[in-house]
C-alpha cells in the first residue's frame, strides 16, 4: 500500500501563508505528494521536493517558470492505479462526465481550484479535491487528502487540518 498525499491551492508564498506542522507530517509520511495546481511558486514546489516525491499541474496563477514547467493535464500511475490531475474542472454541473471523458481509464482523477474538498465517485470514478491546505475561503477548515493506493485499490480519506 502507498501513501499519497493529495493538496492543492497553497498559494505560497502569499502573505504569512505557511503549511501547518499537521499538513507536513502527512506530506513528509507520503511516498508521494500530488499537487493540483496553485503552488504559486517554483521555490515552493522545491520545498516540497524535499519532503516527498512531487508530481503536480500548473494553476490558474503559477509563476512564469511553474507555467513552463509543469503541464495542464497529467495522468500518474502509482501501484497500477491511474490518476489524472487538472487544476481547473470547470463548474460544478457535469463535472463527474466530463472528468470521465477527459481521464478515460483512470481509476481516480484529482482537481483543485475551488478550494472545497471533495470525494465522490461518478460510476467507477473516484473524483477528488483536497481542498486547500492554507486558505479555506468557503470550506469548513483547511485539509488535504490522504490516499492509500494499492492492489485493492483507492481509499482517499479527508484530512482536516488546524
Known amino acids: 500500500m502507498a501513501l499519497v498525499a493529495v493538496i492543492a491551492d497553497t498559494h505560497m508564498p502569499r502573505g504569512r501563508r505557511r503549511l501547518g506542522a499537521d499538513c507536513l507530517r502527512v506530506l513528509a509520511d507520503a ?19 524535499r519532503l516527498a516525491p512531487v508530481r503536480a499541474v500548473r494553476g490558474n496563477i503559477d509563476d512564469v517558470e511553474l507555467q513552463a514547467m509543469l503541464p495542464e493535464r497529467l495522468v500518474v500511475e502509482i501501484a497500477g492505479t491511474r490518476i489524472g490531475m487538472i487544476h481547473d474542472a470547470g463548474g460544478r454541473d457535469g463535472r463527474g462526465e466530463r472528468l470521465a471523458a477527459a481521464f478515460a481509464g483512470c481509476d481516480a482523477v484529482v482537481y483543485g481550484h475551488t478550494h472545497l474538498p471533495e470525494i465522490s465517485r461518478y460510476g467507477g470514478l473516484w473524483i477528488l479535491n483536497p481542498g486547500s491546505p492554507t486558505e479555506r ?11 492509500d493506493v494499492g492492489k485493492r485499490g483507492i481509499r482517499p480519506t479527508l484530512l482536516a487540518l488546524a
Do not use: P, Q, Y
Open 137 to 147: 475561503r468557503r470550506a469548513e477548515h483547511r485539509s488535504l487528502i490522504a490516499l
Open 31 to 49: 511516498e508521494l505528494i500530488l499537487h493540483a495546481g496553485d503552488v504559486t511558486s517554483a521555490a515552493v514546489l522545491g520545498e516540497l521536493s
